[in-house]
């Protein structure tokens, strides 16, 4: 049963979040991910789903989806592309909230891998990534585009760079060098940035009052529409 709400500022509007880490394979036991929680994404969800819009949650991650959000279990980063891509025509606002691994194993094992007694060491080689929101920001029509941008220094001009080349209306920018900010915090603090507007600063608070925020600002561009 899907109870699809009549009210709200995005009632109508389709969403699709694409939260948490992603998991590449090194051999059928093993695999690369990263510390992201999927917080961020599941608040950003829930925020939409407060809004009225019909939500789905793109993810990696095994936290239980916020009440009327439809969930869509990917692991790589090829999944996630396919599921993104696939959705993404039907969509009226789509938000880049996963920490995609930039780099999969080049080809993952078929048996579980030995250790090796002649090598005291492994290399394994990786190749990168398709970039899924460049992909989107290609690919985009009338949607609203968002994503983020993880970084330890230089965080505006990286952000920014960020939102251009990958053709974004809104980039998240999220500094991950400071404490309780960003991976597996449950608070943040993030600047956003949009096209032909000055930067804004959100204040530091739970990534659910934030989410409510950003959700605001995307609900101003989208509404009407
Ligand atoms: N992203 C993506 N596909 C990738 C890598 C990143 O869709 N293969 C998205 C992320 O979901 C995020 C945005 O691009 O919305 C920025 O991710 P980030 O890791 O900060 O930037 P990168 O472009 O990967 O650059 P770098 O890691 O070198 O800073
Ligand atoms: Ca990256």
Redesign the pocket.
């Known amino acids: 049963l899907k109870l699809r709400q009549q009210t709200g500022r995005l009632a109508g509007k389709k969403v699709v979040v ?1 939260a948490g880490g992603t998991v590449e394979p090194i051999d059928p036991v093993r695999f690369i991910t990263n510390r992201s929680s999927g917080k961020m994404g599941y608040a950003l969800a829930q925020a939409a789903a407060e809004q009225g819009a019909d939500v789905t949650l793109v993810s990696s991650s095994e936290l239980p989806a916020p009440v009327g959000v439809a969930m869509v279990p990917v692991q790589s ?1 090829r999944d996630l592309l396919a599921a993104m891509t696939e959705r993404f025509e039907d969509t009226d606002v789509a938000i ?5 691994s ?1 780099y999969r194993v080049a080809t993952p094992a078929d048996q579980k891998m030995k250790k090796n007694a002649d090598h005291a060491g492994l290399t394994i080689d990786l190749v990168e ?5 460049a992909t989107l920001g290609q690919q985009k029509t009338t949607q609203y585009l968002v ?4 970084e330890t220094q230089d965080l505006l001009t ?1 952000a920014q760079n ?1 939102l251009e080349k ?1 053709n974004a209306d809104m980039l998240v920018a999220n500094d991950v060098s400071k404490a309780q900010v960003g991976f597996g915090h449950d608070t943040n603090e993030v600047t956003l940035l949009q096209r032909d507007a000055a930067p804004e600063k959100l204040p530091l608070q739970s990534k659910l009052a934030l989410a409510r925020d950003i959700m605001s600002r995307i609900a101003t561009q989208v509404e009407g529409k």
Request: proline content about 5%; glycine content about 4%; charged content about 20%.
């Open positions: 694409s980063a880049m909230a996963a920490a995609v930039d990534n398709p970039d899924i929101l994503g983020f941008a993880a990286y960020k990958k």
